[in-house]
């Protein structure tokens, strides 16, 4: 002891020196061997291998060859969706305690096999460590084993596509997987070049644990290719931008990841060491699922960039992927530096060729490329604030956050800093109970029939067509409304165009934060008086809406009871769901907060219209949303509620292109893939039974999607 170094706590402290490197890779190159290098589709609980496949190389750090995937074909393609559907039915028709015991025992081969998994997941760019998917396994079963006693009314999807980018994280795909299983769907999953080994192992384990065959299949090649193909198989519901522009017309959710900028924000009141230690955590010694960027306030730049100093000069060098990354990680810091930047960079030197040491670049401007869209690697742009708003705006700078860590011993600081921000990071809720309603449907209303993408030429869609040429949409005219036999006109409606649509935005933009600070009481209020003006209306409006749809009286008038009473519902709401505070893996508090999406687009179907208005409108408008809705005819004025009549095509383009609008197509799906988006009601046939039935599960999901989650965790020591 007397001849070894002197170091005392502090100095280890100080150095924060990374401690040893793993195992060898020994049990995943075994592994390997067993599969003879080529990595095929799993399906049916089996491995496919064919010679004429197609093949994709993954290399490591080194460049060196890991293994060859095989890209699946048309062929391959059809197996696995039959396969997953008759997975589907011997998965769901088990009970929820023997869906939550086969997740339990999938847990423990986790850690049988732990490191074999952990190896194999090193060959992904952002890894993840067997225990944390242990946890999530855990987490899930337990939703299984309570899934008919908590969610009595909802039932399982059926075929679940998900498709993961080349650089997803495998604790994201499994956070999509393992829901969508507890849940009682079959899986058929896509995973990335990267992922793919990863995703295999873990199906291969998920057979061993007593998973039915064909309850979970994985299909290997082009993500978005593939993914697509299997997108549109009228089996399957896909949960991916350029996949969503590729199955344009197909119910498809996305949650966004790596392509996240996130801030992480330090303010004057924070402890100045522990938040340098949190940044250099998340940038550089965990494996990076998003990219960060540091936001400190100008009172302790000096203190940070100090400790910033001291903290990485024992940092080791990063491995990046190939050649191509690392030059664009060499541009993107020369770059920061011919705009001003300094770096405060590692000691160590590289290993090799494709090694990087991790670099904060300090003082770049929040214009820089390496702000707005950083590219993959060991870089932590650095910029400074003046005021605590200032700070916010600055963290919501990029469009795509999936999630900010907020550095204050301030707490009413911590918790209005955390309600500010909302970016588009995806159209879909992952974790906890509100995660689980994009693999279930209301179990007692019929589902919408899978509608077919249209032909669509994108480049030419949103203008008419006159004269030859493509023109915008002009407004002052009339459209004509005919009874259904078509012998009479019911009325002259305005043909709404584009700069209506515009109006109505900057109406309901103006007039949507104030009423989503109301007190749910005070909207409650408002929408109880809505039913009763309804009410007291009665007779007129069943009157008109047989004289619109061709239905009896009797019919007209049940529509307009069952209108009011839904108008109840959603005001009874607004006092009832009003979040959580959910159990946390570590020592702290979370929060679990439902917020108002903003502005929402809305197009009504021409069948039920007040039934089909008061279920969205009613949502939408008790969340705290304002609403601009497309159908044939109103005078309700602007303000928190804009009704536009008009050509429903030519409106729905106007609505999807507004960059305010937050939910409204085919055509915003492809325009537009961050946007939240329910599609209800497509193809042919009659859509009234949908709206009619007010069972739990209906409007659960309604409010889901007028609704969107934010969770806040408050670490504690």
């Given at each position: ?421 909302h970016k588009d990071s995806g159209s879909c809720t992952d974790g906890g109970q509100e995660g689980l309603y994009q693999f279930l449907q209301p179990s ?274």
């Amino acid at each position: 002891m007397a001849d070894g170094p002197s170091n005392t706590v502090f100095d280890i402290f100080l150095s924060m020196e990374s401690g040893p490197t793993g195992p060898s890779a020994a049990t995943s190159q075994a592994w390997l061997e067993s599969r003879s290098r080529a990595l095929g589709p799993l399906i049916h609980g089996r491995f496919t291998a064919p010679d004429d496949r197609w093949t994709r190389s993954l290399k490591d750090a080194k460049g060196d060859s890991v293994c060859s995937v095989l890209c699946a074909v048309e062929e391959d393609i059809s197996q696995g969706v039959s396969s997953s559907a008759s997975g589907f039915l011997s998965w769901s028709a088990l009970s929820c305690h023997q869906r939550a015991t086969v997740l339990l025992k999938w847990a423990s081969a986790l850690g049988q096999y732990g490191p074999c998994v952990a190896e194999v997941s090193d060959l992904s760019p952002a890894s993840c460590p067997p225990a944390s998917l242990v946890r999530l396994a855990q987490y899930y079963s337990s939703w299984a084993q309570l899934r008919d006693t908590l969610l009595p009314h909802w039932s399982p999807l059926g075929v679940v596509e998900v498709v993961v980018s080349d650089d997803c994280p495998l604790y994201f795909l499994m956070l999509k997987v393992l829901p969508a299983l507890a849940m009682g769907n079959s899986v058929l999953v896509v995973p990335g070049l990267s992922t793919a080994p990863s995703a295999l192992l873990l199906a291969q384990l998920f057979t061993e644990a007593g998973l039915p065959a064909g309850a979970l299949n994985v299909l290997t090649g082009n993500v978005v290719s593939l993914g697509a193909a299997v997108a549109c198989n009228p089996t399957v519901r896909s949960d991916g931008a350029e996949l969503c522009r590729a199955a344009a017309g197909v119910s498809v959710s996305m949650s966004c990841s790596t392509r996240a900028v996130c801030p992480f924000i330090v303010f004057e009141s924070a402890d100045v060491d522990s938040a340098v230690d949190g940044a250099i955590e998340a940038a550089f010694e965990k494996r990076k699922e998003v990219q960060w960027v540091l936001y400190v306030q100008e009172s302790v730049m000096d203190s940070v960039v100090a400790r910033l100093r001291l903290r990485m000069a024992g940092l080791q060098c990063e491995a990046l992927r190939d050649e191509a990354e690392h030059s664009l990680v060499e541009a993107a810091v020369l770059g920061a530096q011919q705009q001003g930047a300094t770096l405060i960079q590692a000691g160590g030197p590289p290993a090799t060729g494709l090694q990087y040491p991790p670099t904060v670049l300090c003082g770049v401007a929040p214009s820089s490329p390496c702000v707005s869209c950083p590219t993959p690697g060991p870089l932590l742009p650095l910029l400074a604030f003046r005021s605590h708003a200032e700070g916010v705006t600055l963290g919501n700078h990029s469009p795509h956050g999936h999630a900010a860590s907020i550095w204050t011993e301030d707490l009413t600081l911590a918790l209005e800093a955390a309600k500010s921000g909302h970016k588009d990071s995806g159209s879909c809720t992952d974790g906890g109970q509100e995660g689980l309603y994009q693999f279930l449907q209301p179990s007692s209303s019929p589902s919408p029939p899978r509608s077919s993408p249209a032909s669509l030429d994108y480049n030419q869609f949103g203008s008419q067509f006159v004269g030859g040429k493509s023109c915008k949409s002009q407004s002052g005219g009339s459209v004509v409304v005919q009874a259904p036999d078509g012998a009479s006109v019911l009325a002259y409606c305005p043909d709404g165009g584009r700069k209506d649509v515009r109006n109505a935005v900057e109406a309901a933009s103006k007039v949507q934060p104030g009423w989503m600070k109301k007190a749910p009481s005070a909207r409650a209020q408002s929408l109880y008086s809505l039913a009763k003006g309804l009410e007291a209306k009665r007779q007129e409006m069943a009157a008109s809406i047989s004289a619109q749809t061709g239905l009896s009286l009797d019919e007209a008038d049940q529509e307009v009871e069952l209108s009011v009473g839904r108008l109840t519902d959603w005001a009874a709401r607004c006092t009832q769901v009003q979040g959580g505070a959910p159990a946390v893996p570590q020592a702290g508090s979370a929060l679990s907060l439902p917020e108002a999406l903003g502005v929402v687009g809305v197009i009504l179907p021409d069948n039920k219209p007040l039934l089909s208005l008061v279920t969205l409108l009613g949502a939408a408008v008790a969340m705290g949303n304002a609403v601009v809705m497309v159908l044939q005819a109103s005078d309700l004025p602007a303000g928190l509620v804009n009704i536009i009549s008009g050509a429903r095509d030519q409106l729905t383009v106007a609505l999807a292109n507004h960059n305010v609008i937050k939910a409204g197509c085919q055509y915003l799906q492809h325009t537009a893939p961050f946007k939240t988006l329910w599609l209800h009601g497509q193809g042919s046939g009659d859509q009234g039974s949908f709206w009619a039935p007010a069972s739990p599960a209906l409007l659960e999901e309604t409010w889901q999607q007028a609704t969107q989650w934010k969770s806040i965790w408050i670490p504690t020591a």
